[in-house]
C-alpha cells in the first residue's frame, strides 16, 4: 500500500480517485508489475505515471458526474441489503421464532399478516425431537425437505460466454452458453469452499465444486435458501487439505416440515423481495459500465460534459 499525495492546486482528489481506479490505469499499471511472486508496483513506477488531466475546474465537474452514479450505486446496494434482510427477518420469525404461533396462543392477530395466512398457524406447541414446535406440524429429514445433488464439470477450455450464470462453491464464475439447472434454484459449496449459499434466479450451470438443490420436494427456493444459509457446513468437513461436503452427511438431518400453504406464502413475499433486489444489481451494473466508459472519454475530450450529465441523468 502506498499514500498519494496529489498537489491540490492540480489535481481534484475525487477525479484522481477515478483515474486511478479506472479499468484502463488497472491495464496500464499490471504492465509494469515487477515479476515476483506478490503482485507489487515499484514507487519509482508509481511516481512516474503520466497523467492525462484537463484543467482542475473540469477534473471537478467530471468527478461529480461519476460521483452522481457511485451514489446510486451504493443506494441500490443499500436497497439491495434492506431487501434481504426483510427476507431473512420474514423466515427467522415465522419458522425459526414461531411469532404467528405465539401471537395466537395469547390471542392477538400476528403483526403484518392477513386473516387467512394467519389460519395456517396453529395456536400452541407440542414437544418432538427437535424440542417445542407448532402443534401438528411434523418432522423429518433434511431430504425430506430437499434433494442436494452435485454440479457438473465443465472445463474452462470447453466454456463459452453466454446468457447463464456459472456457479463455484465460491459463487458465480462466469457466464456460459448452456444451462444445465433452471431458475429459480439454490446452490452451495461441495468442495473448496463451505458454507456459502446462493440463490440463483435465473437458469444456471452448478459447477462440480458445488451441491445444488434438484428437488424441492416439500420446500421452495427462497425457503431452502434460508434455511441451508443457517446450517453449519464447516462442521461436516469431510475433507482434509481440500474443505470437502458430502451430501448423505445433511440429507438425514432432523428439520421440522411446515404446511406446504405456508411455504408458499413465505415463497410468495420472499420472490418478490429477491427479484427487485437482481433488478436493481442489474442496474447497479449497468451504471458501474457507464462509470467506467465515461472517464476517459470525458477525459480525452471525445464526450462533452452536458452529453455525459445527460447520459447519467437518463439512466437515474
Same mark, same amino acid.
Not at 466454456?159 to 456457479?167: F, N
Not at 411455504?263 to 418478490?272: I, K
Given at each position: 500500500?502506498?499514500?498519494?499525495?496529489?498537489?491540490?492546486?492540480?489535481?481534484?482528489?475525487?477525479?484522481?480517485?477515478?483515474?486511478?481506479?479506472?479499468?484502463?490505469?488497472?491495464?496500464?499499471?499490471?504492465?509494469?508489475?515487477?515479476?515476483?511472486?506478490?503482485?507489487?508496483?515499484?514507487?519509482?513506477?508509481?511516481?512516474?505515471?503520466?497523467?492525462?488531466?484537463?484543467?482542475?475546474?473540469?477534473?471537478?465537474?467530471?468527478?461529480?458526474?461519476?460521483?452522481?452514479?457511485?451514489?446510486?450505486? *451504493?443506494?441500490?446496494?443499500? *436497497?439491495?441489503?434492506?431487501?434481504?434482510?426483510?427476507?431473512?427477518? @420474514?423466515?427467522?420469525?415465522?419458522?425459526?421464532?414461531?411469532?404467528?404461533?405465539?401471537?395466537?396462543?395469547?390471542?392477538?392477530?400476528?403483526?403484518?399478516?392477513?386473516?387467512?395466512?394467519?389460519?395456517?398457524?396453529?395456536?400452541?406447541?407440542?414437544? =418432538?425431537?427437535?424440542?417445542?414446535?407448532?402443534?401438528?406440524?411434523?418432522?423429518?429429514?433434511?431430504?425430506?425437505?430437499?434433494?442436494?445433488?452435485?454440479?457438473?464439470?465443465?472445463?474452462? =477450455? =470447453?466454456?463459452?460466454?453466454?446468457?447463464?450464470?456459472?456457479?463455484?462453491?465460491?459463487?458465480?464464475?462466469?457466464?456460459?452458453?448452456?444451462?444445465?439447472?433452471?431458475?429459480?434454484?439454490?446452490? *452451495?459449496?461441495?468442495?473448496?469452499?463451505?458454507?456459502?449459499?446462493?440463490?440463483?434466479?435465473?437458469?444456471?450451470?452448478?459447477?462440480?465444486?458445488?451441491?445444488?438443490?434438484?428437488?424441492?420436494?416439500?420446500?421452495?427456493?427462497?425457503?431452502?435458501?434460508?434455511?441451508?444459509?443457517?446450517?453449519?457446513?464447516?462442521?461436516?468437513?469431510?475433507?482434509?487439505?481440500?474443505?470437502? @461436503?458430502?451430501?448423505?452427511?445433511?440429507?438425514?438431518?432432523?428439520?421440522?416440515?411446515?404446511?406446504?400453504?405456508?411455504?408458499?406464502?413465505?415463497?410468495?413475499?420472499?420472490?418478490?423481495?429477491?427479484?427487485?433486489?437482481?433488478?436493481?444489481?442489474?442496474?447497479?451494473?449497468?451504471?458501474?459500465?457507464?462509470?467506467?466508459?465515461?472517464?476517459?472519454?470525458?477525459?480525452?475530450?471525445?464526450?462533452?460534459?452536458?452529453?455525459?450529465?445527460?447520459?447519467?441523468?437518463? =439512466?437515474?
Amino acid at each position: 500500500m502506498v499514500l498519494i499525495r496529489p498537489d491540490s492546486s492540480k489535481v481534484d482528489h475525487a477525479f484522481l480517485k477515478y483515474w486511478l481506479n479506472s479499468p484502463q490505469i488497472h491495464g496500464h499499471i499490471h504492465g509494469f508489475r515487477d515479476g515476483t511472486v506478490s503482485e507489487r508496483l515499484n514507487l519509482p513506477v508509481i511516481r512516474g505515471l503520466a497523467i492525462a488531466f484537463p484543467s482542475k475546474a473540469v477534473q471537478r465537474e467530471i468527478a461529480e458526474v461519476l460521483t452522481s452514479l457511485d451514489d446510486r450505486i *451504493t443506494l441500490l446496494r443499500e *436497497t439491495n441489503a434492506t431487501l434481504e434482510a426483510i427476507a431473512q427477518a @420474514l423466515f427467522k420469525s415465522w419458522f425459526v421464532d414461531f411469532d404467528p404461533v405465539r401471537a395466537r396462543m395469547e390471542s392477538r392477530a400476528p403483526e403484518g399478516m392477513d386473516d387467512a395466512t394467519a389460519a395456517l398457524f396453529p395456536d400452541s406447541f407440542e414437544e =418432538s425431537e427437535l424440542g417445542w414446535v407448532p402443534r401438528r406440524w411434523p418432522t423429518g429429514k433434511l431430504q425430506d425437505l430437499l434433494v442436494l445433488q452435485r454440479g457438473f464439470d465443465l472445463p474452462a =477450455s =470447453s466454456r463459452t460466454e453466454g446468457a447463464y450464470p456459472l456457479i463455484a462453491a465460491s459463487g458465480p464464475n462466469g457466464t456460459h452458453d448452456v444451462a444445465m439447472a433452471s431458475g429459480p434454484g439454490v446452490v *452451495t459449496g461441495r468442495s473448496g469452499v463451505l458454507g456459502k449459499v446462493f440463490l440463483v434466479l435465473e437458469d444456471y450451470w452448478p459447477l462440480n465444486t458445488t451441491l445444488w438443490v434438484k428437488e424441492f420436494k416439500h420446500s421452495t427456493p427462497c425457503y431452502a435458501f434460508e434455511l441451508l444459509k443457517r446450517l453449519d457446513f464447516a462442521s461436516f468437513n469431510a475433507g482434509s487439505a481440500v474443505p470437502t @461436503l458430502n451430501r448423505n452427511h445433511i440429507h438425514g438431518l432432523p428439520y421440522l416440515l411446515p404446511p406446504k400453504e405456508l411455504l408458499l406464502g413465505y415463497e410468495a413475499v420472499a420472490m418478490t423481495l429477491h427479484r427487485r433486489a437482481l433488478e436493481n444489481s442489474r442496474q447497479a451494473q449497468t451504471l458501474a459500465t457507464l462509470r467506467d466508459t465515461l472517464l476517459p472519454r470525458l477525459i480525452s475530450g471525445q464526450l462533452r460534459l452536458p452529453d455525459a450529465e445527460a447520459m447519467v441523468e437518463a =439512466s437515474v
